[in-house]
């Protein structure tokens, strides 16, 4: 059974800091791995999806490295923002898409 | 283009009672699914449809039923609701199984008093 874990699962960082969230996961023999934003209250929105051939992804401050064999991603968020505060998921696709728990990130003014 | 939308948006039921939360997508996507999110554990997969006429069980299917109406819509039945399914629900749709990206809607929130 895919597990996926995120650390951490919390983070605070002040405004104009790089965020770097990290996550793992047990089984690499995966299609594909989605990063996820969630605002309190709302639906998931897709930030990126890299296809398991790939290393990374990139769209706008956002950049997202897939290591398969060591079954791990890192999304990096550059110059944080206020309004990039949030809880971010990472999901892996072997037969379904399995999810993390999830880092709730808070930037401060 | 809706992408996917989910009715209601909330919910309260009583122990024992029924409903069914309703699903659908305009974006002539094959692969369907329903969620559940409960804090500090992430989504949960509890049923899916791989294409129209087909579903399967997830991680957490207990309790639950589906019906794939058509290729928009895919909706989810609570027979018999109990506090444990207090939760968000979130249905998603993707192109096909497999590589594809998964589209989510704006999810249900249930409480089950």
């Known amino acids: 059974k895919q597990e996926v874990t995120q650390i951490p699962a919390a983070l605070s960082v002040p405004e104009g800091e790089n965020l770097v969230l990290n996550c793992s996961f047990t089984d690499s023999a995966i299609y594909n791995l989605q990063w996820f934003r969630q605002d309190p209250g709302k639906g998931l929105t897709s930030l ?5 051939s790939q290393r990374e992804q990139t769209s706008g401050r956002l950049n997202a490295s897939l290591d398969k064999s060591s079954g791990r991603s890192t999304l990096y968020i550059a110059a944080s923002q206020p309004g990039d505060s949030a809880t971010y998921l990472c999901a892996v696709t072997t037969s ?6 999830g880092t709730t990130v808070t930037v401060r003014a | ?12 039921l009583k122990t024992g009672q029924s409903m069914t939360l309703q699903c659908a997508q305009d974006m002539n996507h094959n692969s369907m ?3 559940r999110q409960d804090p500090g554990m992430g989504l ?4 899916y449809s791989a294409s129209e006429g087909t579903t399967d069980k997830g991680e957490v299917p207990n309790g639950y039923n589906v019906s794939r109406l058509n290729k928009r819509e ?3 039945r609570l027979e018999s609701a109990a506090p444990s399914q207090t939760s968000v629900y979130f249905c998603a749709s993707t192109i096909g199984a497999g590589s ?3 589209y989510f809607g704006p ?3 249930l409480t089950v008093t």
């Open chain 1, 48 to 52: 990126l999806l890299i296809q398991s």
């Open chain 1, 96 to 101: 379904q898409l399995s999810f993390g728990a």
């Open chain 2, 1 to 12: 283009n809706a992408g996917v939308t989910q009715t209601p948006k909330f919910q309260v």
């Open chain 2, 33 to 35: 699914y329903w969620y």
């Open chain 2, 44 to 47: 949960r997969l509890i049923y």
């Open chain 2, 74 to 76: 895919f909706s989810l």
């Open chain 2, 100 to 102: 594809h990206e998964q």
């Open chain 2, 107 to 109: 999810g249900t929130r």
